[in-house]
């Protein structure tokens, strides 16, 4: 141990005072010297050295981190390769679907070339596969029935509520005013209230659209009462109901109704 480390110190040792009296001649008390030798310990601590830096400890961090970051590129990877599968299977679908629509696109091609395909003509209007034709000159029932025959058609029989929607959007743009309504194929000339349709088929009481107290019959213009039917709001009717009953001898205009024709592709 260097001497920078060693304090030395004298201790003295006296006799016992029983003896003291014997020894009173002697001219001074008997001493004894020893040397002790006491270790001086370093005053300023030393700093314990952090875990961080302690050399085993941090490598077992450093390979906490690195199992860390491998398990989340592991990750990553999965997810990576799961995206990549799945659309590789959306292309392989779609690519199936398109040589699917190729090899039955000629097929398609060959049903309608040189075959015959539906359509109206020139001045009618098609809707549900109908045709429809709205005159512009008002004649009595009788006579706009055999108007819409020479076209090819008859007048119109409404048999559903889209039908019925149909024609009344379309006669709010054709009505100059109020009164300028459309007959259509419904009249009970042949049996008084029994209401029936020019392709024979009696009227479905289920669902009409009658406006108002129609059909009252009335006989004030006509003695023979109101046998026909006509219809038409030229502001619109939102609940679809238009439909009146009057002398079949009035004019009026008319709608007419023919399935839709056919013309032939020439290529």
Known sequence: MPEADVIYTDVKFTTDRRSRSAEAT???AQTTYCEVKIPQSDPTPRPEQPDSQHPAKRRGTLLTVERVALLVLSLLLVAAVAALFVTHLKNTQTKSELERLQSSFPAVLNN???????????????????CYFFTSTPLTWSKSRLECSTLGGDLVVINNKEEQKFLVSRLMTKMIDPEDKFWIGLTDSETEGKWTWVDGLPLNTSWTYWLGANPDNWKQEDPEGEDCVRMGEKDGAPDLKC?????????????????????????
């Open 26 to 28: 002697s001219s001074s």
């Open 112 to 130: 309608y070339t040189g075959k015959t395909c539906p359509t109206c003509d020139e001045g009618w209007e098609h809707h549900g596969g109908k």
């Open 243 to 267: 439909w009146l009953d009057k002398s079949c001898k009035n004019p009026q205009k008319s709608i007419c109704e023919k399935q839709m024709g056919f013309y032939t592709s020439s290529s």
